[in-house]
């Protein structure tokens, strides 16, 4: 192959005039790692109550539930990213759309909002799926003891569920995490859109994402070894 | 069977010529050998590269490549050379090239110095400066004029660089907002949001003829940078390929038949809608066919 390797290129300033492609590429990294952080808070609250919802007695908390679930898991996130940035301003009163296309950093704030709602649905059917994972006596023990359908979810079923569902919501972070790039396509400068404007200005294509290769990784086995430290803490005793 | 009856004609062509036939080398010798030669082609750079309406590639560049073809045949003496096309994006471009795909990348990919140090680039064919476009109801038509007022840039490109440190050297007060795209910079200038949108020439001029009413817009006179020239790009260090590119691009340009190809794609209502660029060829241009060059210095231009 004819290729010019040049691992020095990321001590070289990058015409941005902001410094150079290193810290181009830390730079995306760091709204990587915001965007994926904001996005899981949302994920989780909205994912929790959705999958409470799907497990309750009543058929239309159910029926909620379901339509949440089924309406965010089924378009894929490339067209929610740019429903939520192209036609939700227009489809809104003028004044709001004027004032969200006017927000400074609009590209993050609809990044984080996207895929916190789409990521939710995920979390939702993990929710949903650890509670259902219980034994029957346990939400049947709550109510013999006299409690509210609420106090058993508070008190029983949810601290199991969440122990439970903890190795697979490191997979959905892990998920979140890495879809932070689909955001590049409405503007968001993360790692994958920094890597590929160092390789524009450059032309050292392989060194860009080779950086942003290794940086995701790293990123993510930070993750990963967290998480293994949460579920040693958290594991159910005796279990 | 084949290599046979082949045996003659290449001891025959060792003996007339015996020096080029050992030499052929990269990428001449490549074509030689597989009767292929591979052009990459962008899907929308119009009106250098880009998809008609029956999705095939067409373009000034394209037309440049083609002639290219042309001269690479006669230069072989091959009786038939088969041309490939593969299609490539920004990010696809340089390892295409680098790794043989393909051989000659037609489109609007930007010469400087430092993508000389990866790729090879023949002579310009296209040199772009950064200008704005406005409504001409606005009364703007120098960089000078839009002290105080909001112009709109594309995020992440040379120009809204370029803006900016007009803007702060100058002292003229301007508020210059990133867009994400060309089409929603542009978007802006349409809507009044911005009083004119700062890019590469060329991309302006398409964007204003594509737009629903292009007598309404004009594109400032004055520059802010050093025209920039776009050239051919190809694989770097393969002297012998570039020396017979080079030489047919060169004859081209000189030719009446550079003009009238300029002509064709910049003055002429062109595939697939019909739109018409209205962009004659500049002076810098001018000199640039007169004399080819594949310098990457705007100074030389």
């Not at chain 1, 760091?30 to 919802?53: E, R």
């Not at chain 2, 440190?165 to 990133?178: A, D, F, M, V």
Request: overall charge positive; some cysteine; proline content about 6%.
């Amino acid at each position: 192959m004819n290729y010019n390797w040049n691992w020095g290129i990321f001590f070289d300033l990058s015409p941005e005039g902001t410094g150079t492609y290193a810290d181009m590429l830390l730079s995306g990294l760091m709204w990587t790692i915001v965007t994926a952080l904001c996005a899981w808070v949302i994920a989780f609250a909205i994912g929790s109550v959705v999958g409470v919802l799907r497990t309750l007695p009543s058929r239309a908390a159910q029926a909620v539930g379901n339509a949440y679930v089924e309406l965010f898991r089924n378009v894929p996130l490339l067209v929610q990213m740019f429903l939520w940035f192209f036609v939700l301003p227009e489809v809104l009163p003028e004044s709001w759309g004027t004032w969200l296309k006017q927000l400074p950093n609009a590209p993050f704030y609809t990044a984080v909002v996207c895929l916190g709602f789409f990521t939710a649905s995920r979390v939702a059917e993990q929710v949903r799926a650890g509670i259902q994972a219980l034994p029957r006596g346990q939400r049947m023990a709550g109510t013999a003891l006299g409690l509210t359908t609420a106090q058993t979810y508070r008190y029983v079923l949810l601290p199991n569920a969440y122990r439970i569902i903890l190795p697979p919501m490191t997979s959905e972070f892990l998920n979140n995490l890495k879809n932070t790039s689909v955001a590049l396509t409405i503007g968001l400068l993360e790692l994958t859109a920094r890597a590929r404007s160092m390789q524009e200005f450059s032309f050292q294509v392989f060194e860009a994402f080779t950086a942003a290769t290794i940086l995701y990784i790293l990123i993510n086995l930070v993750v990963v070894t967290v998480s293994g430290m949460l579920e040693r803490r958290f594991a159910v005793p005796g279990r | 069977m084949r290599l046979k009856c082949l045996l003659p004609v290449v001891i025959a062509g060792l003996a007339v010529a015996p020096a080029s036939a050992q030499e052929l080398t990269g990428t001449l010798k490549k074509i030689k050998e597989t009767g292929q030669i591979t052009l990459g082609y962008r899907d929308s750079s119009v009106p250098f590269s880009y998809l008609d309406g029956s999705q095939k590639p067409v373009g000034y560049a394209m037309d440049i490549c083609h002639k290219i073809v042309d001269a690479v045949k006669a230069d072989l003496k091959l009786d038939k050379l088969e041309t490939r096309l593969n299609p490539v994006t920004s990010a696809t471009r340089i390892p295409l090239i680098a790794n043989g795909t393909v051989d000659l990348e037609c489109g609007s990919t930007t010469n400087n110095a430092d993508r000389q140090k990866q790729v090879g680039f023949t002579n310009t064919h296209f040199l772009t400066a950064t200008r704005f476009v406005a409504k001409k109801a606005s009364n703007v038509s120098k960089f000078e004029d839009l002290k105080g007022k909001t112009v709109v840039s594309t995020s992440g490109t040379t120009n809204i660089r370029q803006i900016n440190e007009y803007n702060t050297e100058k002292k003229l007060g301007i508020t210059i907002l990133p867009a994400k795209d060309h089409a929603e910079a542009f978007l802006m200038v349409e809507t009044g949001r911005a009083v004119a949108f700062v890019m590469d020439d060329v991309l302006l001029a398409s964007l204003a003829a594509g737009s629903k009413d292009p007598g309404a817009y004009m594109i400032s006179a004055d520059a802010l940078s050093k025209p920039e020239p776009y050239g051919i790009m190809l694989r770097k260090d393969d002297a012998p390929f570039k020396k017979v590119v080079d030489a047919a691009t060169a004859a081209f340009y000189k030719s009446p038949e550079g003009k009238a190809t300029y002509d064709k794609w910049f003055t002429k209502p062109i595939p697939p809608r019909d739109i018409n660029l209205n962009l004659p060829m500049s002076e810098p241009l001018q000199k640039a066919f007169a004399q080819p060059s594949d310098s990457p210095d705007p100074a030389m231009y």
